[in-house]
């Protein structure tokens, strides 16, 4: 029952570099989403997914990109990373079902970029 | 955009003791979500309320959807060591999207 994984756990970044924050679940849940977690300001909505080929902004996109080639697989891409992109990443996946379907976050990608 | 504002920021507690919080909006949910979040950890659901007026209970804990829809608050009654962190609240949009307040960070001295 791995639910959704996200990997790596953790990364350091030097300024300029990129890299892709891989997250994958196994329950066939149509919705995904990125959040980033900044202390005292909870979990901020950066990109989500509604089905495969399919992907929409949310509140603060800027300075990444999404893509959904397939259900199962939702990667997060840093194309010139920044030290205001230091933050816990979390991916969550949610079966569209209705309002009464509950989401499911993975353990979360600690990133530093210095 | 839209913003959730939950109070108070943290707590810091004596075991058995109840514990109260509470989210704001300036926004109209339709679903109000309780998480619970563990060091090193992703948040994990505790209470889901789903009409204005709902109240619900998990164990010790009981949450309310305010009747204006702009409000909820979630009690957690006899506080115990392994209820430490971080609660939010968020609000539900379409599309599996949620926006969520500030966090409450929960300390409880044995």
């Known amino acids: 029952n791995a639910g959704v994984t996200q990997t790596p756990k953790f990364q350091v970044l030097k300024t300029g570099q990129s890299m892709t924050l891989q997250c994958a679940q196994d329950?066939?849940?149509?919705?995904m989403s990125w959040y980033r977690q900044d202390p005292g300001m909870g979990l901020r909505l950066i990109h989500y997914?509604?089905?495969?080929?399919?992907?929409d902004q949310g509140e603060v996109p800027n300075g990444y990109n999404v893509s959904r080639s397939t259900t199962e697989d939702f990667p997060l891409r840093l194309l010139s990373a920044a030290p205001s992109q230091t933050s816990v990443y979390f991916c969550?996946?949610?079966?569209?079902?209705?309002?009464?379907?509950?989401?499911?976050f993975g353990q979360g990608t600690r990133l530093t970029v210095v | 955009g839209q913003q959730l504002n939950q109070s108070p920021q943290s707590m810091f507690i004596q075991e058995g003791e109840d514990v109260s919080m509470n989210c704001t909006s300036s926004?109209?949910?339709?679903?109000w979500l309780w998480y619970k979040q563990d060091p090193g950890e992703g948040p994990v659901l505790l209470i889901a309320?789903?009409?204005?007026?709902e109240l619900t209970s998990n164990g010790r804990l009981t949450a309310q959807f305010g009747i204006t829809r702009k409000d909820s608050f979630l009690n957690i009654s006899a506080s115990i060591p392994s209820d430490v962190g971080i609660y939010f609240c968020?609000?539900?949009?379409?599309?599996?999207?949620?926006?969520f307040g500030q966090g409450t960070t929960l300390q409880v001295k044995p």
């Open positions: 968020a609000g539900q949009l379409g599309a599996g999207k949620l926006i």
């Open positions: 926004s109209i949910f339709n679903t």
């Open positions: 309320l789903y009409k204005a007026g």
């Open positions: 997914s509604v089905g495969a080929g399919i992907t």
């Open positions: 329950m066939n849940h149509e919705y």
């Open positions: 969550a996946s949610r079966s569209p079902g209705g309002l009464r379907t509950e989401a499911f």
